[in-house]
């Protein structure tokens, strides 16, 4: 690990100003990928603005027919809030497939998001069921914040505050972990709120988590695991490395979806 | 007395200790006025140096010195060495190239050494190491074994063709003879994948030189402190062996790769005396991924010849072993003569012939990992027998008993004399345990959920011990590999053992003591067993190859032949009795005939304050050595069964059930032995299904950390199920067979007929990944369309 300057704000414009003031500084939230990057020497933030002194950013509520979960909230509190396991128990489950108990007791929601690892949890379930990423300017549909790998739609000094997620009728996520890391080598969510019907698919992207729009239309004809049969997944612009080919991947979204599916229905 | 002697399973001493926290490993010890070691490794997979320059390094906080092979050089330290000499089968010796501990005008493999940051802190020395400017010429990468032999790249001048040996064992002309007569042969082409040893504990050292005495310590993660003695005193020049003292405090794992004498210990320890004050490094896991020694990493082709009932009638391989960059400490021996000398397995093989060529690529190099050589001989047969019966349409169960070595001692055509051992009986227990009658049952109830069923064997032999010397020394061993031991007992009945081999995760603590109490009749935690300082121990040869019990036991029993036949010469006196009328039995010596008698610790005091007997007659105290070298290397055999299950959908493989049935001859605490199979069969295992080190074609290493190579996890593992069977060991006096590689040298084959047995076809190599056998299962696809 290299020297870095450590600041620790109390409130969320306390973050976003030392953010904006210190170039290249990081936000230290669960810190489940950014220290051990730091460890390796992989990262070198020159500045770290810990966001664990800073009030009213974690917390889970229902507002309307929205469930909110606030940024700093960790997964396992996700996972075992009775909130989440009433209004989207899908979301509960995916959160409790996080890592290991380590990495569930320290990581975030937000941070997770932030980060937008191409083979982390939280990017799916937020583009499957509509999420809207709130920050301390301004509400970005997840649509649009999840622009590539690592790479989102938030601007510098901008800090996430909570993450809305619309309440749905079916939701369920089906993991296949990567052997080693554990990661998702693909990851599927799937949401059915009315006739809307998402597929999100992370881990396998080469681009990061998107939505496999071939299933969606496949399952808007019926919302069944037999819907998926027959439907292929094309292996363009899926990932390719030591553990699973891009074919190898596409083939494993389609029976990631249909065990997504059989879940959701089963909910 | 039982409760604690031979046969019992008593609690391991020693995991209060580890389970505390209160271990003592390298890393915990901190010498006053200690510096921090960064190592400068190569980025490159083979290319010249050009230029060193140092000089922003030596310009940054905190830093001492940075060293680099000149250094080496103009101390006239020396380069490391492989102590096992092999020869070309013309007579030539092997052509090892020279392995400087840090490099000298090339770097071979990625992770090599190429200078050494000296600083105050770890940090310090890390930031400073990377500002030492190396100007590299790359050239080009080698990481194919064929590649290499076609020479166009050549990594040591010394060996043009990249070939260390040609190697051969066997009689050809009688293989070929019983090929020409054969009704039909099975022919396989194997990957023995390499892999990453893994200790939980990385390697570590530390360097001290006390310039009063101008003498060395070095704490460092050794499974043979003696041999890293000798090596670094005798052929790397660091000092004589009475100025080196070599300590290796607790040690949390090695498999092998704590053999070794390698390039960081070595600086360490020479280091220390340059910038004069002691000098630690401790790997990090990505450093242990790139420079420790790997294992494995074969390519067999391999064919059996049989008569028309399915006799064996011969077997001939050749194998590539991949010996990367270097020749590590006992690299040449592990393709050799601890593989080919167990190809005839449990069977009764006529004819063998066995060509190994060893080979330099730029990768790190390779040598002994749990069972080494074992392993992948054990493979080669187990994939071959269980093919041949299934191309026969034969029982592969009844295949193997068929062809099971019946007549003891056996002579094998590929050196080994096994002295003892039944395999049927064996197999006979397994077959019961796994409920091998119920498996076509749950193969359809498996089928009918979608799923795939299989059912593999592996019939495993193994020789441990690596001794008598005699033998090894014939073999190219350039040591002795006997035993040693010391056995004091103190004036109060209480005893240190001293023994030459060296426990890092084995349990010596507890067996060794189990030992002394039965044959002494005292309560274990009577007796410490003390190991790993050459300075407190006589010399001992250490730990590996499944020998710490066979050899190193017998060497303690031994010694403790001695104590007692002492103790009755003073037990005599002190009840003014005949030597002849004393006998020794639970702990007290009596005079037979009568009721006198006197507790093991009341001799004991006899002895030291000697009251009794005249200096002239009888040396006063209690305190004898031994060492040992027993007549044969040991055999244990076995019969472990893998049953898996396969999902089709995504190629994930569940092991489903685990059967192993040992013959480890006599067993001194089953508990631990278990344990020992146990962490064999998940070893195994990770090779069969998960672990895999690979590289890139340009040499970079891409299994450089946990997130892509993959462990074993008890998730992927079932409850084993694990029986022995009993055949004392003739060679040595305790009977004892040894257990340490067992599991590691069974599970592969098992797992691998398990997985082809459910695909229906052979065509999958190891590691088993889910990509690997969904892969498998769609070349599966037009067989049962046509089924």
Redesign the interface.
Known sequence: MYAFSYHQPKTVRQAASLLAKNEDGKILAGGQTLLPTMKQRLAAPPALIDLGKVEGLSGIELKGRSLVIGATTKHVQVATSEIVKQAIPGLAEMAGMIGDPAVRNRGTIGGSVANNDPAADYPAACLALGATIITNTRKIPAEQFFTGLFETALEPGEVIVKISFPIVSKAAYAKFRNPASRYAMVGVFVAKRGSDIRVAVTGAGSNGVFRATALEEALKKRFSPKSLEGVSVSADGLNGDIHASPEYRAHLIGVMAKRAVTAAIGK | MASTGIGAPVRRKEDFRFITGKGQYTDDINRPGQTYAAFVRSPHAHAAIKRIDASEALASPGVLAVLTGADLEADKIGGLICGWMIHNKDGSPMKAGAHPALAVGKVRYVGDHVAVVIAETQ?QA??AAEKVAVDYEPLPAVVDMNEALTGKTVIHDVAPDNRVYDWHLGDKAATDAAFAKAKHVTRLDLVNNRLAPNPMEPRAAIGDYDAGNDAFTLYTTSQNPHVARLVLSAFIGIAPEHKLRVIAPDVGGGFGSKIFIYAEETVCVWAAKRVGRPVKWTSDR?EAFLADAHGRDHLTHAELALDERGKILGLRVHTKANLGAYLSTFSSSVPTYLYAPLLSGQYDIPAIYCEVEGVYTTTAPVDAYRGAGRPEATFVVERLVEVAARELGQDPAAFRKKNFIRKFPHQTPVIMAYDTGDYTASLEKALEMADVKGFAKRRRESARNGKLRGLGYSAYIEACGIAPSQAVGSLGAGVGLWESAEVRVNPVGTVEVLTGSHSHGQGHETTFAQLVSDRLGIPIDQVAIVHGDTDKVQFGMGTYGSRSGAVGMSAISKALDKVIAKGKKVAAYAMEASEGDIEFKDGRFGVSGTDKSLGFGEVALQAYIAHKFSGQELEPGLKEGAFYDPTNFTFPSGVHICEVEIDP???VTTIEKWTAVDDFGHVINPMIVEGQVHGGIAQGVGQAL?EGV?YDASGQL??A???????PRAKDLPSFQVGTTVTPCPSNPLGIKGCGEAGAIAAPPAVINAITDALGHEDIAMPA???AV??AVQRRLPAIAAE
């Open positions: 940090a890390r930031d990505t959908d995504t190629g998960l690979r891409v299994t950390s946990y997130m892509d190579y993959c462990m990944t889910p990509q969904w892969q």
